[in-house]
């Protein structure tokens, strides 16, 4: 059976960006994509208006000062297919191709405890075994498709957003009904609009959202980031979201309401997410929270003309920010077209698909094309697909029936040599994720160095570790609303998935001094053994 040192599984930002890093360290490694095509998210997201929430400059790699100057963004925030230009351009530049192997799904991965490897599955019958197992499969990449009655009974086109076919689809003439109101839903539906004959939104919860305030980048803008990158990507890394801002010192109600008010105003206009970080206790404080909510249902309420799809858009279920707000294009004025309706499906909930459409307790919406814009089994969806089997015959899934329980987001007990990038545990999807990302990245690079000087045969976490950190993600979280929602953080709207906080809120800064700190303590919390935990007791037993 084939043999490789690392397998990474998944070439996405992370996979990408781990393979660029232990090949220059020269660590004999290899990475396996399901998909023909390299980009994670960016290569399977391609609906119309995909583009990313933080700006380009800091949504990109920070490892090649000549990257950085080579490659120039066009717009404030990129647009899928740019995102997706540059990370063929970086594989292209890195000659990184040479140690992808594409259409290669894992099935199964099966821990030898005597030979301290994985023995990995494909779905396709091929197998091979590494020393080490690195995920790189995303937060985000396990969609959900929400089952109605009737669904198989559609005769129009169904797409799921985060599965988009690459092929031009043409809306003109076509009546649309987009199900979902999240990040997706809400960029495509204004430039569906555009040529779709009728777009009906189904919106189970409204959600806020704060003006992309996108635009090109000019000539002098791109010069003065290239003039002042380092600078810049020192900011993003000591900022506690990866986004480079840093929250105001001064608590919400202790201004003065017109200053307040000016605040939120530069805010909502400039920062997109930032928004959130205008006082340091929008996301603490229930009170300031309702003030800065407040604001926001006030300026959504300006974009929308007709009262009463105004007040449906309205978000009153939950306080900003304690589910995943949106920064959007044009998506609250897209409702004051005539082709564009909103179907509130939490006052009258769909019952079934027909043949022709959709049908509400309300009425009949006839549709040719159905999109699901309805979100992922984020976070461990995408890590608990393949059948992973640790220690004992004991399988991922079985582990975190539960929730997730990890060390530093990175490993959990009972696996051994199994390195997860963005898990459970760490910032992951509260952060830039680039900034994340690249900082495990580092810190995993530094790991694997130490163990190939010290020949270790076996990493695993231990059991005491993970429980501590577990306690931590949950009481940093107390600190916060978070728990206040059902949403993709705590997997409260995915039907019995168990309600737990998953990413950690204590901040990338912080979360980066944890990683140097377990670091310098010789990797605390994780055991490192010369010979396999399983050998070793053999030896025992036979004395
Ligand atoms: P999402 O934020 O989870 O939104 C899913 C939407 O579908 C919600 O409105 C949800 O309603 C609705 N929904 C789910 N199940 C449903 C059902 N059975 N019936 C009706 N409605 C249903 O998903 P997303 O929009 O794909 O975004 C996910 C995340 O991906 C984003 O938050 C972001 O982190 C990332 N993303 C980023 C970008 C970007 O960078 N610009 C773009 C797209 C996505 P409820 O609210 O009632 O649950």
Redesign the pocket.
């Known amino acids: 059976m084939k043999h490789v040192d690392i397998l990474i599984v998944g070439a996405g930002i992370a996979g990408l960006r781990t393979l660029y890093s232990l090949r220059k360290d020269g660590f004999d490694v290899r990475v396996v994509e399901a998909s023909d095509e390299l980009g994670g998210v960016w290569n399977h997201?391609r609906y119309p208006g995909?583009?990313?929430?933080?700006e380009s400059y800091d949504y990109s790699y920070s490892f090649s000062p000549e990257l950085e100057q080579e490659w120039t963004w066009t717009e404030r925030y990129p647009r899928q297919p740019e995102i997706l230009s540059y990370l063929n351009h970086v594989a292209d530049r890195f000659d990184l191709r040479r140690d992808i192997t594409f259409n290669a799904r894992v099935a199964s991965a099966d821990y030898d405890e005597v030979g301290a490897k994985w023995v990995v599955a494909f779905e396709d019958g091929a197998a091979m075994t590494c020393r080490r197992l690195i995920l790189c499969l995303g937060q985000?990449s396990a969609p959900?498709t929400?089952e109605y009655p009737g669904q198989e009974l559609f005769r129009g086109e169904t797409i799921v957003?985060?599965l988009w076919p690459r092929r031009d689809v043409d809306f003109r003439g076509k009546r649309v009904g987009i199900?979902?109101?999240?990040?997706?839903?809400?960029?495509m539906t204004p430039v569906i609009a555009e040529t779709a004959e009728r777009v009906t939104v189904?919106?189970?919860?409204a959600?806020y959202s704060v003006p992309a305030a996108n635009a090109p980048l000019t000539a002098d803008e791109i010069r003065d980031v290239k003039a002042h990158y380092a600078e810049r990507r020192e900011m993003t890394r000591n900022s506690p979201t990866g986004l480079g801002f840093q929250p105001g010192k001064v608590k919400t109600l202790d201004v003065d309401p017109d200053e307040r008010e000016r605040v939120f105003e530069a805010a909502y206009n400039r920062y997109g997410f930032g928004f959130a970080l205008a006082y340091p206790d929008i996301l603490l404080d229930p009170e300031a929270n309702a003030v800065a909510s407040d604001f926001l249902r006030r300026k959504i309420g300006e974009r929308v003309s007709d009262p009463e799809v105004r007040a449906k858009l309205l978000p009153v279920t939950h306080g900003f920010g304690t589910?995943?707000p949106?920064?959007d294009s044009g998506y609250f004025e897209a409702f004051n077209r005539d082709n564009v309706d909103l179907a509130d499906?939490?006052e009258a909930p769909?019952t079934e698909f027909t043949e022709t459409g959709i049908r509400t307790t309300e009425k009949d919406y006839p549709l040719d094309l159905i999109i699901y814009?309805?979100?992922?089994d984020?976070l461990t969806g995408a890590l608990l697909k393949p059948r992973i089997t640790g220690r004992d015959g004991q399988t991922l899934k079985e582990k975190w029936a539960q929730g997730p329980i990890t060390q530093l987001g990175l490993g959990t007990a009972g696996f051994p040599n199994l390195i997860i990038v963005g898990g459970p545990g760490s910032p992951t999807?509260l952060s830039n994720v680039m900034v994340s990302t690249e900082l495990q990245v580092d810190w995993l690079t530094e790991l694997l160095k130490t163990l190939r000087d010290e020949e270790i045969a076996e990493i695993e976490v231990t059991p005491e570790a993970e429980q501590a950190w577990n306690a931590h993600v949950a009481e940093r979280v107390s600190e916060t609303l978070y728990m206040t929602a059902?949403s993709?953080y705590n997997g409260g709207?995915v039907k019995g998935k168990p309600r737990v906080f998953m990413p950690y809120s204590g901040g990338v800064r912080h979360y980066r001094r944890l990683l140097e700190k377990c670091a310098a303590d010789g990797y605390a919390g994780f055991a490192l053994r010369k010979a396999p935990l399983a050998k070793t007791a053999e030896v025992q037993d036979a004395r």
């Open positions: 997201n995909a583009r990313c929430d933080v985000l959900k929400p957003s985060a199900i979902g109101t999240g990040s997706s839903g809400m960029q189904f919106q189970r919860t959600n589910r995943r949106t920064v499906i939490r769909i814009a309805t979100g992922f984020a999807v059902d993709f709207e």
